[in-house]
Antibody, heavy 126, light 109 residues
Framework: EVQLVESGGGLVQPGRSLRLSCAAS????????MHWVRQAPGKGLEWVSG????????GYADSVKGRFTISRDNAKNSLYLQMNSLRAEDTALYYC???????????????????WGQGTTVTVSS | QSALTQPPSASGSPGQSVTISCTGT?????????VSWYQQHPGKAPKLMIY???KRPSGVPDRFSGSKSGNTASLTVSGLQAEDEADYYC?????????FGTGTKVTVL
């Protein structure tokens, strides 16, 4: 069964750091780009960051650029999001998601997210 | 990286069709054929319904179809069913980045 399981969320004070993890199973992890997507309470989806299969291409939303760092360990089938200088507006449910097409499909773009985890909640508050 | 623009709501009776628009720019929707659509029911993770503008993942009913013209993409749900009532989001590749739409709540009357 293809599965993504996020962990690492919690309550953190503004300005502090948190590291999210996503454990992947049931597919060849190092063939696919991966993403972090968040959803603030009662709000829409916001793409946070994406990373290509070999970490050669990385992108961030403007709202987190310079504060968040995405990484992956293909040997451990794991995706990470290091979040620094957290703000109240970072409060959200954070999803890990898998891209639908493997890197050898061709263009190296992000094609669509076909597998999602259940999410981990991050609350930034004093 | 501005969010793609979607209408806040859309509705239709069972059996009817509803079409949701998603407007971006030449840097995202208009520049790439990598538009995707997601369905989200309350309290659930999003589900991919369409990718690469018009392709359906395995298991998605053919009642769901996608298209694109210029900087605007569209999702059409034909033969509306009660279980189609949900929030729908478009998304587009934007050159090393991705951007979601503002979301549309679809109500089945």
């Amino acid at each position: 069964e293809v599965q993504l399981v996020e962990s690492g969320g919690g309550l953190v004070q503004p300005g502090r750091s948190l590291r999210l993890s996503c454990a992947a199973s049931g597919f060849t992890f190092d063939d696919y780009a991966m993403h972090w997507v968040r959803q603030a309470p009662g709000k829409g989806l916001e793409w946070v960051s994406g990373i290509s299969w070999n970490s050669g291409s990385i992108g961030y939303a403007d709202s987190v650029k310079g504060r968040f760092t995405i990484s992956r360990d293909n040997a451990k089938n794991s995706l990470y999001l290091q979040m620094n200088s957290l703000r109240a507006e970072d409060t959200a449910l954070y999803y890990c998601a898998k891209d639908i097409l493997p890197y050898y499909y061709g263009s190296g773009a992000f094609y669509g997210m076909d597998v999602w985890g259940q999410g981990t909640t991050v609350t930034v508050s004093s | 990286q501005s969010a793609l623009t979607q209408p806040p709501s859309a509705s239709g009776s069972p059996g009817q069709s509803v079409t949701i628009s998603c407007t971006g720019t030449s840097s995202d929707v208009g520049g790439y054929n990598y538009v995707s659509w997601y369905q989200q029911h309350p309290g659930k993770a999003p589900k991919l319904m369409i990718y690469e503008v018009s392709k359906r993942p395995s298991g998605v009913p053919d009642r769901f179809s996608g298209s694109k013209s210029g900087n605007t993409a569209s999702l059409t749900v034909s033969g509306l069913q009660a279980e189609d009532e949900a929030d729908y989001y478009c998304s587009s590749y934007a050159g090393s980045n991705n951007v979601f739409g503002t979301g549309t709540k679809v109500t089945v009357l």
